[in-house]
C-alpha cells in the first residue's frame, strides 16, 4: 500500500489517500500515524480517499477489529467527522460496514461513492446523515 496523510491545522482537517492493495494491519498504521501527526488534534475532520484502492485484502472480521480497536484511541481521534470516499464496492461496502458498527462512537462517520459527496458532508455547518 501506498499513502499520504496531509493535515490542514487551520482547517482542521487529515486527507488521507490510499493506493494500491491495502490489509488491516495498514489501515490501522494509517490511524497511528494520523494520531501521532505533530499537527493533529482530536476532533479534526479527515477525509479518507480510497478511491484508488486495487485490492481491498479486508475481511468483515477485519472490520470489525478495527471498529473495536479504535475504541482504544477513540480519545485522541475525538468527536470530528471522518468522510471515507469508496467507489470500489468491495472497498464501499466494507467502508460502510465500518461506518454502521462505529455508530456509537464520538467520531462521526459517512461513507461516499464521490469526493465532492464527502467534502460537501465535511463542510456542512449541521450534522446531516450521510447523503
Known amino acids: 500500500m501506498?499513502?499520504?496523510i496531509k493535515i490542514d491545522k487551520d482547517r482542521r482537517l487529515a486527507q488521507i489517500k490510499a493506493t494500491g492493495s491495502v490489509n488491516v494491519l495498514e489501515l490501522k498504521e494509517i490511524f497511528l500515524e494520523i494520531v501521532g501527526h505533530e499537527e493533529w488534534q482530536a476532533g479534526f475532520y479527515m477525509l479518507c480517499d480510497y478511491s484508488?484502492?486495487?485490492n481491498f485484502d479486508v475481511s468483515s472480521q477485519d472490520i470489525e477489529d478495527i471498529?473495536?480497536?479504535l475504541t482504544?484511541?477513540?480519545?485522541?481521534?475525538?468527536d470530528g467527522r471522518c468522510a471515507v470516499v469508496?467507489?470500489?464496492d468491495s472497498v464501499y461496502g466494507m467502508s460502510r460496514m465500518w461506518e454502521i458498527l462505529s455508530s456509537d462512537r464520538s467520531q462521526h462517520i459517512c461513507v461516499f461513492r464521490q469526493i465532492n459527496d464527502a467534502v460537501a458532508w465535511l463542510g456542512s455547518s449541521v450534522l446531516t446523515h450521510c447523503l
Open 2 to 4: 501506498c499513502h499520504s
Open 52 to 54: 484508488e484502492i486495487e
Open 67 to 69: 471498529a473495536e480497536w
Open 72 to 78: 482504544s484511541i477513540d480519545a485522541l481521534i475525538g
Open 86 to 88: 469508496a467507489s470500489k
